[in-house]
């Protein structure tokens, strides 16, 4: 983008941007988001639930600002219309420095730029300045920033200096070396550990149990009015971060109930992503705002209907391999959404019909195979059930599993005398 500018062109970018911006590569999509986590924690509507006014237009410029990024990364978009935002940025630790505009007596201010950027990287880099965010951590997302100035450093010898103890005698200095010493002596145990941190763990249970109490409440309700089977976590968020992210579910409910009653059934997960999950679960991204989730509350009706597309197509990959049953295990499976795992059964489908196996029909009934991109080799878990990799040699695949298939069983009926 910036290769052809004249030198002092690039003296003003050098001063605006950090050292590394000219020689970086661009990011994309999926890093765009995540070196924008600081901002979106720091604007996100969820947060400004006492303040509607702000909260309305924290959302509006996030719809605003997401089809500005969706268009940056469309092929041949060379220059998009300067897009003017406002946000409500909340006081967190990287932008509470002093030097900086005042926050207001309810902890936010109001932050206005201009976006006229060409690629993904300017546009991240300058949001988070125009919201005295720190970005640093966008260098670690580049594999090809400049490394010139850490070469230009002085190496350090590889040795550290140990002075004599007559030096800390005599300039009563600390020694950090007998520091060591005194801190691996008294090694930690379990024991002493939970002596140290028992009362604290209690006081802090205590202090949180009015939350939690909230939560279970919210989580009831909730479940009650859409007539959910469950809400769960995907990650381990805290009470009160779960609370707000009920509170949002809840507000949409007012907004949309009868769009929301398509989960009728489900069970709702609050992830990094909105979608359907490969076993049918609605997933609520939590960095989204409500017309992302509006939007996959509308379309559970079509997810629906590949579901029930998936579970035949995982029918007849049973049928070709002898009856064994093909699953997904969510605790030992990468999370994949529906669309994912549909097309993941639909390329080892498509190798089967093109190489038939001859395996006799009903012959492998009871065992159970899970199906992984990323593994090259078949292989037989100790739960009994079969790893297939989508891209294994059918020829290949059929001798494994008539030679592992009496020890797959085995493994299968030890599991089942273990829960016992």
């Known amino acids: ?16 941007f950090p050292h590394w911006f000219l020689s970086s590569r661009a990011l994309s999509g999926a890093e765009a988001v995540n070196a924008l986590r600081p901002f979106y924690f720091a604007v996100h509507p969820d947060f400004f639930g006492q303040h509607p006014r702000e909260r309305e237009v924290n959302e509006n410029s996030l719809k605003r600002l997401s089809v500005y990024l969706e268009n940056l990364q469309k092929p041949g978009s060379k220059s998009l219309k300067p897009t003017q ?38 546009t991240v880099l300058y949001i988070l300045n125009s919201c005295s965010l720190s970005v640093e951590h966008i260098q670690s997302l580049n594999t090809n920033v400049c490394s010139q100035p850490l070469k230009e450093a002085k190496r350090m010898p590889d040795r550290p200096i140990k002075w ?18 005194q801190v691996s002596r008294m090694e930690t145990t379990l024991t002493s550990w939970l002596d140290n941190n028992g009362k604290s763990a209690v006081r802090k249970l205590k202090n949180s149990l009015p939350l939690r109490k909230e939560l279970d409440r919210l989580k009831d309700d909730l479940s009650n009015q859409l007539q959910l089977s469950d809400i769960r976590w995907q990650r381990g968020w805290g009470i009160a971060h779960r609370c707000s992210q009920l509170h949002s579910l809840g507000r949409l409910a007012q907004q949309n109930l009868e769009t929301l009653k398509n989960a009728k059934g489900c069970t709702i997960i609050f992830t990094d992503r909105s979608g359907m999950s490969a076993v049918g679960h609605v997933m609520l991204g939590t960095m989204d705002v409500h017309h992302h989730w509006t939007k996959l509350f509308e379309r559970l009706p079509s997810y629906f209907d590949l579901r029930r597309r ?10 070709l391999l002898g009856g064994i049953q093909v699953v997904y295990i969510e605790e030992l499976q990468p999370v994949l959404t529906l669309e994912e795992y549909y097309s993941l059964l639909d390329v080892f489908y498509n190798r089967l019909l093109k190489n038939r196996i001859p395996f006799h029909p009903r012959s492998l009934r009871g065992l159970k195979m899970i199906l992984n991109s990323d593994r090259y080799a078949p292989s037989l878990h100790e739960l009994g059930h079969f790893n297939i990799p989508s891209l294994c040699d059918p020829t290949k695949l059929q001798w494994f599993i008539l030679t592992k298939a009496q020890q797959a069983r085995d493994n299968m009926k030890r599991k089942e005398e273990w829960r016992c």
Do not use: W
């Open 1 to 16: 983008m910036f290769c052809h500018l004249r030198p002092v062109r690039r003296l003003c970018l050098e001063k605006i």
């Open 85 to 122: 935002l406002t946000f409500y940025v909340r006081e967190t630790e990287q932008n509470s420095s002093e030097g900086q505009e005042p926050f207001s007596t309810s902890g936010f201010r109001a932050v206005k730029f201009t976006l006229h950027t060409r690629d993904l990287l300017s």
């Open 164 to 181: 004599d103890k007559s030096y800390y005698y005599f300039t009563g200095f600390k020694d950090p070396h007998e520091d060591l010493e």
């Open 310 to 319: 998936l579970m035949l197509l995982e029918d007849q990959i049973s049928y």
